[in-house]
Structure formats: C-alpha cells, structure tokens
C-alpha cells in the first residue's frame, strides 16, 4: 500500500487530515511505540517520576498556590482541586484548570469558591454531575454546567460538623452509587490520652456499656453514611458505619466487590511516650499504616489497638496494658487487607476503572502515600504511590511501587526537605492518572504508551529494586541507616525526644500539622507566653509567621523539670537564625508558680 503525503497536502488537507494519516501510517508500520496517539508526548525525565516501563508522565501544572489536597478530574478533562492555605489563595479553597490546547498542560487557571476551608479539608469528588469539597468541618456541593468551568451554581450544604476543628478532621468522601455517601471522621487525638509520656488512656478496650469508652469513639474516629441528595445534615443523622479509625484521609468504592475501602493512619510516638519500651527503630516502621475493607460495624481497633504488619497481629496500645506482646481482644477484630509500614501517611485511595492502563491495574487499589515526619533517626519514609494487587476484596501479593521520584534529597531527613509530598490521585476520561501534591501544589498525568499485551515482570523490574533499595521506601537497617549514629550529639536531648518528631530536627515544622520554630513570633517573643505553652500546652486554631495552625500541643510541665525546659527553650531561641535571649530555670519556675495561685 502506498501513502501519497505531498499530495494530501498539495491538496490543502486539514492538520487533521495529515495527522489522521500518519497515524495509519505509523500504526501500519510500527513506527511508534505509542498505542494512542491522542495522549500528548511526556516531559523530559517524565517531569521527574520514576514509572514502570511503558508509562511517561507530563507536568500539567508545576505550583499551584494554597498547595493541593486531592483532585477529580470531568468528562471533558477539566481539573478540580482542592487546596489548603487560605493566606496564598485570597480566602479561595478551590481551584479549576483547563487544557486548551491538548497539550497536557493547563492554560487556564482560576481559583474559586470562599468559604471556611481549614487546612485540612480534602475532598474533591465529581459525582452525578455536582462537584463535592469539603472542608474540616463542611462538606459542600455545586452543579457543574457542561463547557463551564469555574461554577457559578448555588452552593449546597449536605453535611455539617460541629465545631471546634481540629488535623484530623478531613472530611474524604466516596459515594456508593445508590444514593449513599460515606465521611470520614478523624479523631482529634494520637491514642486517646493526655498526650503525656506513660500515661494511660481514656476507656476501655473491651468496653460493652456507653461511657466506657474512649470518649472520641462517641463521635469521631470512624465513617458515617449520608443521603447524598439531603441538605444540612448533621452527623448524628446519618448511620455510623465504622468506628475506631484514627485519621482517615482517602476512601473510595470499588465496583468490583461492591465495597468501601479506606487508607487509614495510624498512631505516633511510640519512642516519645514509652521511650523504655520501645526502640527508636520500632518507633519508626510501627504501627502500621492500614488498607481496610471496610463493612457496615467494622471496629478498626483504634485507640485500644494497633496493627503489626510484620506479626500479622493487632496487639493491645501501651495506653491500655499493652506490652508488643499483649492481643487482647485484638484477634476478634478485622484485620486490614492491607499493612503499610508505619507514617507513610496513606492519603488517598484509587480503584481504576479505565482501560488505558494494562489490566492489571483494574484488579487492585493505588494508594498515595503522604510521606512520614517522625521517623527520625532513620530516613523519612513513605512519598510514593503503591499499587495493591488485589481480585474479589482480597490481595493477590504484596504492595508494588508504581510512581516514585517525588523526594527531591536522599535520604530525607526531615519532611520539610522532602521536595515534593504526593497526596491525591484521580482518573481522567481517557484512563490518564492524574497525581497531586502538597508541597508546591504541582499536578502530574501519568499516561501508558507501551503494549499493554506484554506488560509483565520485565516493565515491572526496576519498580521491585526501589523497593528493596530506595531510602524512602525499603525497611531500614536498625544500625546501617541510623542517620545519627557516631555523630556528636549537637542538639538539646529534651528537644530531640520530645519536640523533634513534631517541629523537625531544623525546626522548620511539617509543612502542615506542625508550625515552624525558625523564625517564630512564638519563639522570639513573649517569654512569659512562651514558657506557659511548654508547661500548659496548648490548643489551636492559631497563627504562625501568617499561616493557620490547629494542631493541639499537650503540656510539658508535668514530666519536664524547671531545668530541661529553660534549656529546650533557650536551645529553640538560638537555633536555626533565632537570636533570643536565654531562659533561666528561675524564670520557668516563677511561671510554673504562678500558674498555680
């Protein structure tokens, strides 16, 4: 067969034209790898993911401000995100983007919708032809109108909590396709207690009568069930479908098994609150991050239990008599379908539907993984997105890594090093991927351009490597990768174990949960106030160098003497570019004294 391209062209043909005919051309004589050639070409270095042979991925956006929480793509490829901070977006919480010129990158960007957002509010659905948000407190919804992009619909309240906010209250969303929506609700708190080092926690494990408890378990640390259409519902209306989750940031309902899924997180400072029980290493990899199937009355275990992937085990909190060995009532609870290992922060949950994708992965679940901030002194873990094998509700092998490359230092140190922090994960209408961030707000399409009939172990390999060999991904040695192994100790020791895992060994806190010490009002201010908020705690929403926090602090003062927290705060004054006087333990205890008439 023979193609006379001069003479198409001579004849005035259309772009369109020539293009279609290449197309034929190139597909009949194998001249390209590419199975669609509708997808836009990739960027260099797929603008700097690490995939499984086959796939390229583009940067549709490199910052966005406000960051970006998690996304939905519509039907005619516009994106919708959520994002955080309110101070860099003028009060908005939403942000819109087009392509339009096909190329994978957006011309257009608007940010839109006012309203109380918090910086945790997550959810960004498309369902039905309304766009779901929400923020920590609210979950909002608008009509989209075909061919317009930004909304200009009423906005409906479908669901309301009440009051105050606090990190944990995230509001995911997923949708049954039955009329029903189910919320998720964080608990405010790590496990229940005081936030003290051994004290023990509210409730009890096998707590039949109500008031006994966890009092957090009353109306939080679970999933609740909506009617979807219903407006200005309050919580106590809809069904608690799940209890005992501590922070449950991504949900999603898989078709295939007609189920609801969660990633869930799970606890901190094991090392910090039972310092002579656990090591810095089991602090680290434990407990385990959770995927969980999740049925009506499921009871994830939370506070009273945590699961150990590597014992298969949920064991019994030290909060409540657990000793790493204890089970209590732990083996009649669910065990997830799936155990990360710990403070990869599972942030988002994707069942794929499309068909650009080997079929492969429409039999399991992509899960984000935030990144850890308190696995210190071993490298921070976790800034990857998994895939999780998995065929009628149960797993079919390990967890794979399927996109890696966000961290930008080796190892990461502390979170706020880290480069870019992966967060949400959609699909767009062609079976594109579409992965956000919260560092700088930037938005990846990950695209498959290889045979998907040969897609197997060999396009698989170098994924298995990172996974055995990548500092942010692999187990850590206890000795090899203990990053302050034959160091001098230069650091305060009460900072190291007490405020460290929370603020950064730099003292430039998460990027989120946590304010930064450098630079602070809060630091280089008033002493008297600042005295009192280690001895007192204290508890947000507050404002730090501009930006709102509202992560609670517990009081210090009962386990820290009037010495180690005059030198912790003087140790704080004249770090990372503070210049403050020192604080005497006189000063501490004059305050401790006072705070006492």
């Not at 399409?445 to 998907?452: L, S």
Request: charged content about 20%; hydrophobic content about 35%; aromatic content about 10%.
């Amino acid at each position: 067969m023979n193609f006379n391209f001069k003479t198409l062209i001579n004849r005035g043909r259309s772009k369109l034209l020539i293009g279609g005919s290449l197309a034929i051309f190139a597909a009949i004589y194998g001249f390209t790898h590419n199975q669609n050639p509708k997808l836009p070409p990739g960027d260099k270095n797929n603008a700097g993911l690490v995939l499984p042979d086959g796939f390229e991925a583009l940067a549709v956006v490199d910052s966005l401000k406000g960051f970006a929480r998690h996304l939905a793509v519509n039907s005619n490829g516009d994106i919708y995100v959520k994002t955080r901070l309110h101070a860099r977006t003028d009060g908005y919480g939403n942000v819109a983007l087009r392509d339009t010129d096909n190329d994978g990158k957006a011309d257009i960007i608007t940010h839109f919708g006012k309203y109380e957002s918090g910086q945790y509010g997550t959810a960004m659905k498309i369902h039905n032809g309304y766009l779901y948000y929400s923020s920590n407190l609210i979950v909002y919804r608008q009509k989209l109108k075909p061919g317009q992009l930004v909304p200009d619909s009423k906005v409906d309240t479908i669901v309301i909590d009440n009051p105050p906010s606090h990190s944990h209250q995230t509001k995911p969303l997923a949708f049954d396709g039955k009329g029903y929506m189910y919320v998720g609700w964080g608990a405010g708190s790590d496990v229940c207690t005081n936030g003290r080092p051994g004290s023990m926690g509210a409730g009890k494990p096998d707590a039949v009568i109500p008031g006994e408890e966890c009092p957090q378990l009353i109306d939080h640390g679970g999933i609740w069930k909506f009617d979807e259409n219903k407006l200005n519902q309050r919580q106590e209306q809809g069904l608690r479908y799940a209890t005992g989750m501590r922070s449950i940031v991504g949900m999603d309902w898989d078709k295939s098994s007609n189920s609801l899924y969660a990633v869930v997180h799970g606890r901190d400072n094991f090392r910090m609150l039972w310092p002579g029980l656990y090591s810095p290493w089991e602090s680290a990899v434990l407990p385990s991050e959770e995927l969980f199937k999740v049925h009506q009355g499921i009871d994830g275990g939370w506070p009273y239990y945590y699961y150990d992937h590597m014992k298969g085990k949920k064991l019994l909190n030290p909060e409540y008599g657990g000793d790493k060995i204890k089970e209590g009532n732990g083996a009649k609870l669910t065990k997830p379908v799936m155990g990360f290992p710990g403070h990869f922060a599972p942030n988002d949950i994707l069942f794929y539907k499309g068909n650009q994708l080997p079929a492969r992965y429409k039999k399991g679940a992509f899960v984000v993984l935030h990144g850890s901030t308190i696995r210190q002194p071993y490298p921070q873990g976790g800034y990857f997105v998994a895939f999780v094998p998995m065929e009628n509700g149960k797993t079919t092998g390990p967890w794979e890594v399927f996109a890696d490359g966000f961290i930008q230092t080796d190892p990461v140190l502390t979170a706020n090093t880290a480069g870019y922090r992966p967060m949400g994960i959609t699909e767009g209408p062609d079976g594109s991927l579409y992965i956000s961030e919260t560092e700088k707000g930037k938005i990846w399409r990950v695209m498959f351009k290889g045979d998907k009939t040969k897609f197997g172990p060999a396009q698989l390999a170098k994924m298995v490597i990172r996974k055995k060999t990548a500092s942010n991904i692999k187990d850590p040695d206890p000795i090899k990768d203990d990053l302050d192994r034959g160091k001098p100790v230069v650091a305060s020791a009460v900072y190291t174990m007490y405020c460290g895992a929370c603020h950064q060994r730099d003292g430039k806190g998460d990027g989120g949960r946590f304010p930064p010490l450098e630079g602070s009002e809060w630091v280089n201010g008033d002493r008297t106030r600042l005295i009192n908020v280690v001895l007192n705690g204290l508890s947000g929403p507050i404002t730090v160098k501009g930006l709102p926090y509202s992560e609670t602090m517990p009081a210090h003062g009962s386990f820290l003497n009037d010495a180690q927290v005059a030198e912790v705060l003087t140790y704080i004054r004249k770090s990372w570019g503070n210049n403050s006087d020192a604080i005497s333990k006189e000063e501490v205890a004059a305050v401790r004294q006072s705070g006492k008439k």
